[in-house]
């Protein structure tokens, strides 16, 4: 991660508030990706979401394999919402996928 210091403080403070029991190589993939220079305009907290989601969308669910199929990346998306849900759930997040989400 290149982000200054700072942020790299602020993005582990908003990656534990977030998920408090996600496994380590999750968080460190999700912390990655939170610091990457595309998300440095992004307050942390944003940052971290948007991370987390794609992380849990692309490892954790049928995503890749709906876009295979050739679904297009929103319904793709609509289709696995459950089943990142569940992984939030599982990593007690402080918040969920909701239908209006447009990450």
């Given at each position: 991660?290149?982000?200054?210091?700072?942020?790299?403080?602020?993005?582990?403070?908003?990656?534990?508030?977030?998920?408090?029991?996600?496994?380590?190589?999750?968080?460190?993939?999700?912390?990655?990706?939170?610091?990457?220079?595309?998300?440095?305009?992004?307050?942390p907290t944003?940052?971290?979401?948007?991370?987390?989601?794609?992380?849990?969308?692309?490892?954790?669910?049928?995503?890749?394999?709906?876009?295979?199929?050739?679904?297009?990346?929103?319904?793709?998306?609509?289709?696995?919402?459950?089943?990142?849900?569940?992984?939030?759930?599982?990593?007690?997040?402080?918040?969920?996928?909701?239908?209006?989400?447009?990450?």
């Amino acid at each position: 991660m290149s982000a200054p210091t700072g942020r790299r403080r602020a993005i582990a403070k908003a990656l534990t508030a977030l998920l408090p029991l996600a496994p380590y190589a999750d968080m460190e993939k999700i912390r990655a990706d939170a610091g990457a220079v595309h998300m440095k305009s992004l307050p942390p907290t944003i940052a971290v979401w948007l991370a987390t989601t794609a992380h849990i969308r692309h490892v954790h669910t049928d995503y890749e394999k709906l876009l295979a199929e050739g679904y297009d990346r929103d319904s793709a998306r609509f289709f696995v919402m459950e089943q990142t849900n569940v992984v939030l759930t599982r990593w007690r997040a402080t918040r969920l996928l909701e239908d209006d989400d447009e990450d």
